[in-house]
C-alpha cells in the first residue's frame, strides 16, 4: 500500500536549520509530484513547495522562498525539505503529499506529519 | 495570485441535514478544484478531484459542484462521522492554495 513517511521534526532554536525527509513506497515514486504543507497549531493547511517527478521542476509559496530548498532523491524514494533561518512562526506540523500523477495534480496520499517546533 | 475564500469560516448541524460549504476564487480558473476532509487528530483525505468528481470509496452524501470562481461542496445528509474541517484546494499551477477550512460541527 501507499505510504508517506515524514521525519526530521524536532525542537530548534529561532535562525537554525532543519532538513525533513518524506520516504515513500508502495508507488512507483519517480512517477509523481511530491509536496509539503504545513499545518500551524490549531490552523489551516498551508501549501509550501513542489517538486516534480524527475526533480526538473520546484516551486515555492512566497512565505518560504528563499529560506526552503526542496530536493528529491529518486534512488532512495525520498524527498527533502531543507529550511534555513527557522522562525517561531514556522512551528506546524509538516505534511508531505504525492500528486495523483505527474501532472500538477491533486494529492492523493498524505503522509502522518513530522513536528516542527521552533522555539528558545 | 488566486486567493481561495471558504464559506462559513464554522458551522454547526445536526444528523441529517443537508450542509453546504462555498469557496470562491478571487479570480476564475479551469476547474482543477479539490475538497479534502481532515477529522480531528488525522491527516487530510480527498473527496472530491476537478470540482465535481468523487473519489473512491467517499460515501455519495458527498457532492461537489461550480466552476470559474465559486464551488460548492455539499454533504446532502450530515452523520456524525462527517465532523471535521474542510477544505477546498486550487491545483494544477503555483501556487497549489488552500481556502483557510470550514469547521463542521454537530449540533
Known amino acids: 500500500q501507499v505510504q508517506l513517511v515524514e521525519s526530521g521534526g524536532g525542537v530548534v532554536q529561532p535562525g537554525t536549520s532543519l532538513r525533513l525527509s518524506c520516504a515513500g513506497s508502495g508507488f512507483t515514486f519517480n512517477n509523481h509530484g511530491i509536496h509539503w504543507v504545513r499545518q500551524a497549531p490549531g490552523k489551516g493547511l498551508e501549501w509550501l513547495a513542489v517538486i516534480s517527478y524527475n526533480g526538473n521542476s520546484k516551486y515555492y509559496a512566497d512565505s518560504v522562498k528563499g529560506r526552503f530548498t526542496i530536493s528529491r532523491d529518486n534512488s532512495k524514494n525520498t524527498v527533502y525539505l531543507q529550511m534555513y533561518s527557522l522562525r517561531a512562526e514556522d512551528t506546524a506540523v509538516y505534511y508531505c503529499a504525492k500528486e495523483w500523477t505527474n501532472a500538477d495534480d491533486y494529492f492523493d496520499y498524505w503522509g502522518q506529519g513530522t513536528l516542527v517546533t521552533v522555539s528558545s | 495570485d488566486i486567493q481561495m475564500t471558504q464559506s462559513p469560516s464554522s458551522l454547526s448541524a445536526s444528523v441529517g441535514d443537508r450542509v453546504t460549504i462555498t469557496c470562491r476564487a478571487s479570480q476564475g480558473f479551469n476547474n482543477y478544484l479539490a475538497w479534502y476532509q481532515q477529522k480531528p487528530g488525522k491527516v487530510p483525505k480527498v473527496l472530491i478531484s476537478?470540482?465535481?468528481t468523487l473519489q473512491s470509496g467517499v460515501p455519495s452524501r458527498f457532492s461537489g459542484s461550480g466552476s470559474g470562481t465559486d464551488f460548492t461542496l455539499t454533504i446532502s445528509s450530515l452523520q456524525p462521522e462527517d465532523v471535521g474541517t474542510y477544505y477546498c484546494?486550487?491545483?494544477?499551477?503555483?501556487?497549489?492554495?488552500f481556502g483557510q477550512g470550514t469547521k463542521v460541527e454537530l449540533k
Open positions: 476537478a470540482a465535481s
Open positions: 484546494q486550487k491545483y494544477n499551477s503555483v501556487p497549489w492554495t
